[in-house]
C-alpha cells in the first residue's frame, strides 16, 4: 500500500483517536464506551506507526504525527497515573477497581455460595421445622426478637449515629474478611459461612410465623449491597490465601507481596460500597415508608455496584494488565 492510500485508509480513526484523547484530557475521564474504543484506537494506531516506520521511513510528518498520537493516548491510559489526584481517582473507579474484581469472580463466586448456601438452607430449615424453630432460642426470646427487636434495630439511634456505626462495623468485617484469607482461606470461609448462618436464622424465624415479608422488608434496602461488598471482600480474601497455597513460580512472599498489593485494591474500593450501604441502613431502611422504595432503594444501589466489574471489568482487565507490563519495562 503506497502512502497516499494508507493515510486516506486510516485518517478517520486517527482523527477519532485524537478526538478522544482530547476529550479524555478536558474531561478527565470518559465514559466506558469511549474508553474501549480510545484502547482500541490506541493499540491500532500503535501498529500503524511501527508499520509506518518500517515502510514509511522517510516521511517524517506522518511518523511525528502517529508518535503524537500515540503517546497522548498512551498517557491518557497509564502516563498520568499518581500525578493528578481527580484522573487518579477517575482511573481507580473505571480501570483498577473493576479490572480487581473481575481477576477474582471464580473467588466471589466461591465467596458467595459459602455465604449463601447455609443462609438458605437455615432459612428454609427453621422455617419449615418446628424443632429447628425451638432449638433457636426461648419462646419469649424469639417472640421479643419477632415482635420488636429485629425492627427497632433500625431505628434504636439518631439515623447519622447508626449510619456511622454500621459503616464503621461493615468496614472491620471486611477488613477481617480480607485479612484472614492469608490463613490458607479457613477463616475467611468460616467468617462468610457465619454470617451467612445468622442471616438464615433470623430469616428461618420470620418464615417459620409467616412475617417473611417483613424480614425482606427490612433486609434488602441495605442487605442487597452491604452483603454484596462482604461477598466480594471475602472474594478477595480466598483470593489471597489461595496465593498462600498456590504462588506459582514465584516465591510465597513475592506472590503475596504482588497479588496483595493488586487484590487489596478491591478493598479499598469497597469502603465506598460500605459508607453507602451504611447511608441506607441508617436513613432508609427504619424508614416508615412504603416496601417497595425502600427496597427499590436497596435495587438500584446493588445494580449501581455491580454494574461495572459484570459489564465493564474484562475490558478494565485488559487496560489494567497493559499498564502493569508498560510500568515494569
Known sequence: MDIDAFVATHQYSWQRLEHLTRQAHKLRSVGPAELDELVGLYQRTGGHLAHARLNYRADDA???????????????????????????????????????????????????????????????????????????????????????????????????????QVFLNNVRVGILAFAAGILLCVFTAAILVYNGANGGMAGGLFTHVGEWERFWGLILPHGLLEISAVIVAGGAGLRLGWTVISPGDRTRWRALTDDGRYVGNVLIGLVLAFAIAGLIEGFVTGRPWPTSVRVGIGVLAFLAFWAWPVVYGRRAATIDAEARTHERR
Open 62 to 164: 506522518l511518523i511525528g504525527r502517529l508518535t503524537y498520537l500515540v503517546a497522548e493516548a498512551h498517557a491518557v491510559l497509564y502516563g498520568t497515573r499518581g500525578t493528578d489526584p481527580g484522573r487518579s481517582i477517575a482511573t481507580f473507579f473505571t480501570v483498577a477497581f473493576p479490572a480487581a474484581v473481575w481477576s477474582i469472580r471464580w473467588f466471589i463466586a466461591w465467596s458467595a455460595a459459602l455465604t449463601l448456601v447455609p443462609w438458605v438452607v437455615l432459612q428454609v430449615w427453621i422455617g419449615v421445622s418446628p424443632e429447628a424453630f425451638d432449638l433457636t432460642a426461648d419462646e419469649a426470646v424469639r417472640t421479643a426478637y419477632i415482635e420488636q427487636d429485629f425492627e427497632a434495630y433500625y431505628s434504636s439511634q439518631p439515623a447519622q449515629n447508626f449510619a456511622s
